[in-house]
């Protein structure tokens, strides 16, 4: 116990530093759904994914994926059904940052869609990977 008294600071230093080697583990799980931009074209390539743009219709045309339908946020439980009729096929959701489509894979989910996944850092993380960007 002396010695725990003698030495706090040194194990307060030794716990903090630990905790810094810890967080990017800790913080990555919290986007465990997340697809990087290169995932998210394997899936569509490979599976023929369908790419589903929550933004609204004004963000839409100002720039999406490739091939992506537009349903807004808004609008998803009425309308997705519509737009990706088979539900074992996997959906990638899409938004400008990543939050929107994040909040869409739950409503994807409770209508029974089996591999739906949101895009990590939305349309911004697409751009960064110099992936192509369609405007309407």
Same mark, same amino acid.
């Given at each position: 116990?002396?010695?725990?008294?003698?030495?706090?600071?040194?194990?307060? +230093? &030794?716990?903090?530093?630990?905790?810094?080697?810890?967080?990017?583990?800790?913080?990555?799980?919290?986007?465990?759904?997340?697809?990087?931009?290169?995932?998210?074209?394997?899936?569509?390539?490979?599976?023929?994914?369908?790419? +589903?743009?929550?933004?609204?219709?004004?963000?839409?045309?100002?720039?999406?994926?490739?091939?992506?339908?537009? +349903?807004?946020?808004?609008?998803?439980?009425?309308?997705?059904?519509? +737009?990706?009729?088979?539900?074992?096929?996997?959906?990638?959701?899409?938004?400008?940052?990543?939050?929107?489509?994040?909040?869409?894979? &739950?409503?994807?989910?409770?209508?029974?869609?089996?591999?739906?996944?949101?895009?990590?850092?939305?349309?911004?993380?697409?751009?960064?990977?110099?992936?192509?960007?369609?405007?309407?």
């Amino acid at each position: 116990m002396k010695f725990l008294i003698d030495n706090w600071m040194l194990i307060a +230093v &030794a716990l903090a530093s630990g905790g810094m080697l810890f967080w990017p583990m800790i913080s990555s799980g919290m986007n465990a759904g997340a697809l990087s931009a290169s995932a998210a074209v394997q899936l569509i390539n490979r599976e023929k994914a369908v790419v +589903v743009d929550v933004c609204e219709a004004s963000e839409f045309a100002a720039g999406h994926v490739t091939g992506a339908k537009n +349903v807004p946020l808004s609008e998803l439980e009425g309308k997705l059904p519509g +737009v990706a009729k088979n539900k074992a096929v996997p959906l990638i959701l899409v938004c400008a940052s990543g939050a929107r489509s994040s909040r869409a894979v &739950a409503i994807a989910k409770k209508l029974g869609y089996q591999q739906v996944q949101s895009l990590g850092g939305g349309i911004k993380a697409w751009k960064e990977a110099n992936l192509p960007i369609e405007k309407n």
